[in-house]
């Protein structure tokens, strides 16, 4: 039997899959938060309950609808990014002059409504969702057994996330968005709504998370605080990278998930904070993070 550091070839393999599968959540739900902090200057806290209402939306709009899951992938993230819309436009739009605290303090609290009606409602036990029909089983590779819809959730979310850096970084929409808030008044003055440009920009990052949470359905439970646990490491992932860096955010999502894997075949014990004394070292020795840039 091939080992690698002690480990059997299999094992690790196995881990490092698990922590590409979390690395590719950790990367979607970070770019999210990217986005609207680094175009909006938003510190999204309700960004776990927009992830756990997409998975929620796929399950209900399957069980009371029966919209499958590919509709649903496609359909949840426009319903829920449309709820971020009349969120940004009726409420994130007033504090929008205020200190950042403002918008960190009433998106956590928007977090808290979310999660504590939908346990009311549902309570706090997971639900299931089933696997896609075409994407059931798996594939032997030989080293290890690489289940398929693992496989699709890595390939979609990267597809996702490049797709989103090439729109924002290469693109005219991409520049019109930078320039809009750096500059909103001279944007103004060319003849382009700011104000619509910020308020689709809230609502596309919180469709990433919606879609990162359809993503999720199938591989883990269903409940309201789903959301809510996870969100903590994705901060950390997005104070790592850089806050508001977009390249950053999928890098570091990805490395943390293949830190945190490997951390579990050699020192369990550690897994569940390993990334938050890379987030330590990180900020003492480039406080600006890996990929933001300094002040």
Not at 109 to 115: M, R, T
Not at 219 to 248: D, E, N, Q, W
Request: contains cysteine; hydrophobic residues 60%; proline residues 4%.
């Amino acid at each position: 039997m091939t080992m690698i550091f002690g480990v059997p070839l299999a094992v690790f393999m196995g881990q490092l899959m698990l922590g590409l599968i979390n690395g590719a959540f950790y990367a979607l739900l970070s770019l999210g938060l990217a986005v609207i902090f680094g175009l909006l200057k938003i510190i999204n806290f309700a960004h776990g309950a927009q992830y756990m209402l997409g998975a929620f939306a796929a399950m209900l709009a399957l069980e009371y609808l029966g919209i499958n899951y590919w509709v649903a992938l496609l359909l949840v993230p426009l319903v829920v990014g449309g709820l971020g819309v009349v969120l940004e436009r009726l409420i994130l739009r007033r504090i929008a002059h205020l200190d950042h605290l403002y918008g960190l303090l009433l998106t956590y609290g928007l977090a808290l409504i979310l999660e504590g009606s939908l346990i009311n409602i549902f309570g706090v036990s997971g639900s299931s969702y089933p696997t896609p029909e075409a994407l059931q089983g798996g594939m032997n590779l030989g080293f290890m057994f690489l289940p398929i819809y693992r496989a699709w959730v890595l390939v979609a979310a990267m597809v996702v996330c490049v797709g989103t850096w090439f729109i924002i970084e290469r693109t005219r929409l991409g520049a019109y968005l930078r320039a809009g808030t750096e500059n909103p008044a001279l944007m103004q003055a060319f003849g382009v709504n700011v104000p619509q440009l910020i308020t689709l920009t809230y609502g596309f990052g919180v469709a990433l998370a919606a879609f990162a949470g359809v993503l999720a359905a199938p591989l883990y439970p269903v409940s309201p605080t789903m959301g809510s646990s996870l969100l903590i490491v994705v901060f950390a992932v997005v104070v790592i990278g850089g806050m508001g860096s977009i390249l950053g955010a999928i890098i570091t999502g990805l490395a943390m998930g293949l830190i945190e894997g490997l951390t579990k075949v050699y020192y369990p014990e550690a897994a569940n904070t390993v990334i938050f004394l890379v987030m330590i070292l990180v900020l003492l020795m480039r406080p600006a993070g890996l990929f933001g840039k300094e002040a």
